[in-house]
Each structure stands twice: as C-alpha cells, then as structure tokens.
C-alpha cells in the first residue's frame, strides 16, 4: 500500500495531532485530518515526527495513506513526552494538595531554557482564596502572571482560555490538583476523571501517548506526563541563575563575578533580598536547586 508522492500530489502542511504504530494523524488548516506513514529518510536522519510538529505532507488517495515530508523548525522540543512547539505551559496548582513551589520553580526553569512562556494555573481557588495573592507576590519578579480558576464551578475558564489563545499549550503539576479535570472543563466534555482517555479512544489501561486536543482554536496537549524535572548534569551551575528574571536587574553588581548569588560576599542578590524587592523563599529555593545542579554536574560522568 503507498500514498501519493511529491511528484503527483501537491504537498500540503499541517500539525502532527497523535502518532502511533508508526501511523501519524495530521490536521490541516481547514481542520481535515490525515493518515500518514513516515519516510525512511527521518530514520536516516535520525529524526522522530513528535506531536506538536508543523509538517509538510502528501495526502493519500482513497483509503491509502499519505507520506510525511518534512518536518518544519521546532520551537521547543521535550522528551517527556515527546511533544514540540510548546508555547505556553500550564503548570496547575491547587490549596489542596499544598503546592509544591519547588517543582514549579524546577518547571520554570526547564521552560525558560525551552523559550515557552507560563502561566500558574490555580485550580480549585474557591478553597482557599488566599493563595492567589501569595503566589502572585512570590512569582511577580519572575514576570509569571497567576490565574484562579475552579474546573467544577467554571469559575475563571473564561479568562484562562482568553490568556491561552490559539498558542500550543500543555499541561504539567504535581498529582491531584485537578489537571484532568480542567481539561476536562476546557473542551467541554463533561466526563468523569479519566474517561478523556475513552472519548479519544483510548483506554484507561494502554500505554498513554502524547495527543493534541483542538477546538475553537484552543489547542492543548494531553499527555501522560510532562517532566521537566531532570537534572542529568546538562546544565552548568553557573547558568541557573540566567532562568531568574528578578536577578536580571542585580547582574553586574555582585562584588565577584561571576557570582553564583549562593550567599557571597557583597553578593547584590542577596542584598536585594534583605531589602525586600525579591521574594526570599524563591531566593531559598533558587539555592536548594543550585546545590542540585552543582551535585548533577560533578557526577555527569560518573
């Protein structure tokens, strides 16, 4: 069985919406979805089509199925899982279970070095209607805007879609803070926790693959997990401070350079930490990740 080639049927582009057993689905611009194989050129190449990835095509004719052509220029590109073009992260927070800030700075970090843009979702506000503010005076400097929404009221959807737009987003935080269930409220679906996987057809119990969820130009992978979380000794210490905005302004001032901003002397940080113009608890986590950097870089080749 073989799909039209680039000589008789005219290219077409599109995004890699879901890809498995070596079949690839592909949705184009006027939202009419395709079947595709991948050419043997990407296994030459070395390069695996991930969902999230704008490509060029040739459709097939009648019940063939078409070829992937190329795959364009990625934006951002993760492993776990394998999506690309990621625009905006969600990462969700809730009252209940207390939020873990030192997995949302550790995912903060690992988006800035992908160039995405975030947003700190809090979802189930109505329980505690305190945190937005906390977490807007902790996350301000760091230019991350916070937006309360509850998946069961609807309460703040309207404006998280408004602040999603038509950007490729996914989403990410820690276990039972309701991401299912916000999926679920976004797209409208009215399921039960879990059953997104059946209305896809996908069931509870198979592996979980990476798929791109499109409606009213709202577009959001759902994945099995998205981590963003390794520290394999990629990442020289000194550079972690770059993922900082607030540091941004206290570059140069530092009396040694370069200054890790881990409590030296005449260190600029940590001056403008005394003073109250950096939230201290990002200065602390910020040197609790440091330390970890630091340990994954002399083991790196271990």
């Known amino acids: 069985m073989t799909g039209g080639t680039a000589t008789d049927t005219e290219m077409k582009q599109g995004t890699l919406i879901r890809g498995f057993g070596g079949?690839?689905?592909?949705?184009?611009?006027?939202?009419?979805?395709?079947?595709?194989?991948?050419?043997?050129?990407?296994?030459?190449m070395k390069l695996s089509p991930l969902v999230g990835d704008e490509v060029l095509f040739t459709?097939?004719?009648?019940?063939?199925?078409?070829?992937?052509?190329?795959?364009?220029?990625?934006?951002?590109?993760?492993?776990?899982?394998?999506?690309?073009?990621v625009a905006l992260l969600l990462i969700v927070v809730a009252p209940v279970p207390e939020p873990?800030?030192?997995?949302?700075?550790?995912?903060?970090?690992?988006?800035?070095?992908?160039?995405?843009?975030?947003?700190?979702?809090?979802?189930?506000?109505d329980l505690d209607e305190s945190l937005a503010g906390e977490l807007?005076?902790?996350?301000?400097?760091?230019?991350?805007?916070?937006?309360?929404v509850s998946a069961k009221s609807g309460k703040g959807l309207s404006e998280l879609k408004a602040m999603m737009g038509?950007?490729?987003?996914?989403?990410t935080g820690q276990s039972g803070v309701g991401k299912s269930t916000l999926l679920n409220a976004l797209f409208g679906l009215e399921l039960e926790t879990g059953d997104i996987s059946r209305k896809i057809q996908r069931g509870k119990n198979t592996t979980r693959h990476a798929e791109l969820l499109m409606q009213d130009g709202m577009r959001v992978l759902d994945t099995a997990g998205f981590?963003?979380?390794?520290?394999?000794?990629?990442?020289?210490?000194?550079?972690?401070?770059?993922?900082?905005?607030?540091?941004?302004?206290?570059e140069g001032a530092c009396r040694f350079e370069p200054c890790y901003h881990d409590r030296e002397p005449g260190c600029s940080v940590t001056a403008a930490?005394?003073?109250?113009?950096?939230?201290?608890?990002?200065?602390?986590?910020?040197?609790?990740?440091?330390?970890?950097?630091?340990?994954?870089?002399?083991?790196?080749?271990d």
């Open 23 to 44: 079949f690839y689905t592909v949705v184009d611009v006027a939202g009419e979805e395709f079947t595709l194989r991948c050419k043997k050129k990407f296994r030459r």
């Open 59 to 85: 459709p097939g004719s009648g019940e063939e199925h078409g070829w992937l052509e190329e795959i364009l220029p990625r934006t951002s590109e993760c492993l776990r899982p394998p999506v690309a073009n």
């Open 100 to 125: 873990d800030l030192m997995l949302v700075d550790r995912m903060m970090v690992r988006a800035r070095a992908q160039q995405m843009d975030m947003l700190l979702v809090i979802n189930k506000c």
């Open 136 to 148: 807007r005076a902790q996350y301000a400097g760091a230019g991350v805007p916070v937006c309360p």
């Open 166 to 171: 038509s950007r490729l987003c996914c989403l």
């Open 227 to 250: 981590s963003l979380l390794e520290l394999d000794g990629q990442m020289e210490p000194i550079t972690l401070k770059d993922f900082y905005p607030e540091f941004t302004d206290h």
């Open 273 to 301: 930490c005394g003073a109250g113009e950096i939230h201290p608890e990002r200065v602390a986590r910020y040197r609790a990740l440091l330390a970890e950097v630091k340990q994954a870089w002399r083991e790196r080749y």
